[in-house]
């Protein structure tokens, strides 16, 4: 998977830097509450048929610095057989209508990503902003929905970024999750997850999911979420 190929999904997964609550790729309308912050690392393995296999480690922390608005950082680093790469992204994400139970919750995030690999020095690569919305379809029931542009200055061209995602509260400690996401340039992504509560502030996740390409390309993922 070439460095663009890769940034590109990077960043249909991952957009902004509310750098979507795992094991979801869809971003929710929430904000993390002012003074606090979340450490999210997780690990990705992406398989494809007739292709070496690519591993992938990403480290987040998003902080809330207000009521409405959160901003993080995150690093992702590729190994292949192919070489590394690198991609450093700062953004954050607003929240322009809060949930209630009778109220579509709306946000927008905001992203500006570097990237480097074995031949070349850090480069600014993309920048990329999202506008969100969580509804409360019944009381153990979440929908999300994604619309967002996001520009390539490696391809000069700009993007369509979406996702759609339900969310299932199986028990209090217990969530899973099903979604769909993608680019306009590329083939959309069908993937699940279970996000379980370990400790009020330290859960685990994990996730699957299946890119409808040739060869299809499959990704799981696994990662833990610390607040404080």
Not at 156 to 165: C, R, V
Not at 175 to 198: K, M
Not at 213 to 220: D, E, F, G, L, N
């Amino acid at each position: 998977m070439a460095l663009r190929t890769w940034l590109a999904l990077l960043l249909a997964g991952i957009a902004g830097s509310s750098w979507a609550n795992r094991p979801l790729n869809t971003d929710t309308a929430d904000t993390i509450a002012h003074h606090r912050c979340q450490f999210e690392p997780f690990v990705a393995v992406d398989r494809a048929q007739g292709m070496s296999a690519q591993h992938t480690s990403t480290l987040q922390l998003n902080c809330g610095v207000s009521g409405s608005t959160q901003l993080g950082v995150a690093y992702s680093r590729r190994t292949s057989d192919e070489g590394r790469e690198e991609v450093l992204g700062l953004g954050g994400k607003t929240n322009l209508v809060e949930l209630a139970d009778d109220r579509t919750g709306v946000a927008v995030n905001y992203t500006i990503a570097a990237a480097r690999d074995s031949e070349s020095g850090w480069r600014h690569e993309t920048t990329a902003a999202t506008l969100i919305a969580t509804r409360q379809l019944r009381p153990d029931l979440l929908g999300h929905l994604n619309l967002g542009w996001s520009r390539s200055r490696a391809d000069a061209q700009d993007s369509t970024t979406w996702a759609a995602a339900l969310e299932w509260s199986l028990t209090p400690r217990v969530v899973l999750s099903a979604e769909a996401y993608g680019t306009d340039r590329t083939r959309a992504w069908l993937g699940a997850g279970v996000w379980c509560a370990i400790h009020d502030r330290f859960s685990v996740n994990v996730s699957h999911g299946v890119q409808r390409a040739s060869p299809r390309v499959r990704q799981t993922t696994a990662g833990f979420n610390f607040e404080f």
